[in-house]
T-cell receptor, first 115, second 115 residues
């Protein structure tokens, strides 16, 4: 079956502009996660959606970051007034449930470059 | 304190040799899951293997096995008969039952397989 997909694969933007990153999780997966990976670094958790529950936003680095998940499926991560330090690869993952034993499957990522 | 520690930032291994990637973790939660992911130069995160804290046997998946030493809080990845295609960044990760909304990643080990 289809895996997690993300779009765009690459995004170059100017400082101060807003960007939207999209994630399509695996069909039937109730949990969806956003991570950020800076060059040569590990993954930094951003936000987590589980079913219809309120999302866990504890990882969002500032109020310029927001995310929504419509209809329990597709998610959009929005970064307002982008800064150069926002440049990173943004990875989306989904899992069947949010249980600790569930494997997260990752999308290919969106590489964001802020000039 | 770091939750996941990978002490080897980089490793060079001759093709066909076995390789062990180290991972230690820190948790007080009795229920947790341990994961290994591979990230090749293409950037995608590929799930390799999973070990549950209550699993009696070490997990194995093809050439991958997880050397789980619970008392030492160690979850090393062993790759047998390494191949050139194994060259990648490898991440150890953990999910805890009491914090099952996010997965915590180590900083990764970059493995280079030499011909």
């Amino acid at each position: 079956g289809a895996g997690v997909s993300q779009s765009p694969s690459n995004k170059v933007t100017e400082k101060g502009k807003d960007v939207e990153l999209r994630c399509d999780p695996i069909s039937g997966h109730t949990a969806l996660y956003w991570y950020r990976q800076s060059l040569g670094q590990g993954l930094e958790f951003l936000i987590y959606f589980q079913g219809n529950s309120a999302p866990d936003k504890s990882g969002l680095p500032s109020d310029r970051f927001s995310a929504e998940r419509t209809g329990g499926s597709v998610s959009t991560l929005t970064i307002q007034r982008t800064q150069q330090e926002d440049s990173a690869v943004y990875l989306c993952a989904s899992s069947f449930t949010g249980r600790s034993t569930d494997t997260q499957y990752f999308g290919p990522g969106t590489r964001l470059t802020v000039l | 304190a770091q939750k996941i520690t990978q002490t080897q930032p980089g490793m060079f291994v001759q093709e066909k040799e076995a390789v062990t990637l180290d991972c230690t973790y820190d948790t007080s939660d009795p229920s947790y899951g341990l994961f290994w992911y591979k990230q090749p130069s293409s950037g995608e995160m590929i799930f390799l293997i999973y070990q549950g804290s209550y699993d009696q046997q070490n997990a194995t998946e093809g050439r991958y096995s997880l050397n789980f030493q619970k008392a030492r809080k160690s979850a090393n990845l062993v790759i047998s008969a390494s191949q050139l295609g194994d060259s990648a960044l490898y991440f150890c990760a953990m999910r805890e039952r009491d914090r099952d909304d996010k997965i915590i990643f180590g900083k990764g080990t970059r493995l280079h397989i030499l011909p």
